[in-house]
């Protein structure tokens, strides 16, 4: 393959990744759904987690919730939070706010 066609490859590929990515969502979505939480849901959560909802909620693919509870859980480990603790927690943000279903505790 000459260097010109791979360059176009990798071009469009580069392309084609930034477009299906959710980078560039609305600054408005993160308070919004930060509202969502609070009033369906009872549950409180910071902009970085909202921001990793916003993503999971809009994007179109077939892994974004478990992306988006990896994220999470690396989010709350990092803040202290034991393993178990930090994937029950990010499980359950993410089965309310994508899947809808409220969690009762």
Do not use: C
Not at 3 to 22: P, T
Not at 37 to 53: L, S, T
Not at 76 to 81: A, E, I, K, P, S
């Amino acid at each position: 393959m000459p260097m010109n066609d791979r360059k176009k490859v990798d071009s469009i590929i580069a392309k084609r990744r930034q477009s299906s990515n959710l980078r560039n969502i609305p600054d408005i979505l993160i308070p919004l759904w930060q509202i969502k939480m609070r009033e369906r849901f009872g549950i409180n959560v910071d902009r970085e987690i909202a921001r990793y909802i916003v993503i999971a909620t809009h994007e179109t693919g077939t892994w974004k919730k478990q992306r988006a509870m990896r994220k999470i859980e690396k989010l709350l480990m990092d803040r202290g939070m034991d393993l178990e603790t930090s994937q029950r927690l990010a499980r359950n943000v993410i089965d309310t706010s994508v899947g809808g279903v409220a969690s009762e505790e």
